[in-house]
């Protein structure tokens, strides 16, 4: 079974729960997000949009389009759309987050709410991220991301296996964001924010890296 499909089976048992129960505890995180990516635009990508939590928060300059692998999520996602009403929410589509259906350069920001740490391989979400965010543009995680630690780092890698079963995790670090952007060079970390409640998340923000200019030819003598 593909990792989606996997996501797909447990948030089909979330979907009637989910509000109730994180609705109060994601808020706070869920508002700041919106906010750090309506400062810097335009278009807006949020990956793991779920019932669509978020999408209050954001300024109604932004114009979002939301993405989620589950359709019972993105069900509820869009009735919410429809109920608020939230106007700038321009589309909601189910999609893989490791190949979006957009083109290179398509959005200003791109938002990723408590969905990086559960996807089967982060970086390849990170680069597809990178390839739709324009240049210089943001790409912002919102999640439970720790620093680590070998006390800290045993406990959450013991806890690990059930949270995935739950569909949640415990055991990410920054410092595989951090190996991430040295190795690739698509991005570089810009900062790093610990959110309520009590510093649990913390949002994450990665600058696009500008493209790289291509290398001149050396000059060669006419004269051979």
């Known amino acids: 079974m593909s990792g989606a499909e996997r996501q797909r089976r447990i948030y089909r048992r979330w979907a009637p ?7 109060r505890i994601l808020q706070r995180a869920h508002r700041r997000l919106a906010e750090v990516a ?3 635009g335009g278009d807006v990508l949020e990956i793991g949009v779920g019932t ?25 996602a869009k009735a919410r759309a429809a109920r608020e009403p939230l106007p700038n ?4 589509r189910v999609m893989d987050a490791h190949r979006l259906d957009f083109p290179a350069d398509a959005f200003d920001v791109v938002t990723l709410p408590f969905v990086l740490t ?5 970086e390849a979400v990170l680069r597809e991220c990178m390839r739709v965010v324009r240049p210089e543009g943001l790409v912002l995680v919102a999640s439970r991301i720790s620093r680590g630690g070998p006390l800290q780092g045993g406990v959450e890698r013991a806890l690990e296996p059930l949270a995935r079963r739950c ?10 964001i951090e190996r991430w952007c040295a190795a690739e060079g698509l ?5 790093v924010e610990t959110l309520d409640p009590v510093g649990f ?17 050396p000059s060669r003598d006419p004269r051979g």
């Open 17 to 23: 729960i989910y509000d109730p129960i994180y609705s």
């Open 38 to 40: 309506g400062r810097h």
């Open 52 to 76: 669509g939590l978020g999408l209050p928060y954001y300024p109604p300059a932004c114009r979002i389009t939301g993405i989620d692998v589950s359709h019972d999520m993105l069900a509820r």
């Open 89 to 92: 929410v321009v589309g909601l």
């Open 118 to 122: 559960l996807v089967e391989t982060p």
């Open 167 to 176: 569909g949640l995790s415990t055991a990410f670090h920054l410092s595989r």
């Open 187 to 191: 991005a570089r970390l810009d900062a």
């Open 201 to 217: 998340f913390k949002l994450v923000a990665l600058r696009r890296a500008p493209p790289r200019r291509a290398q001149a030819e």
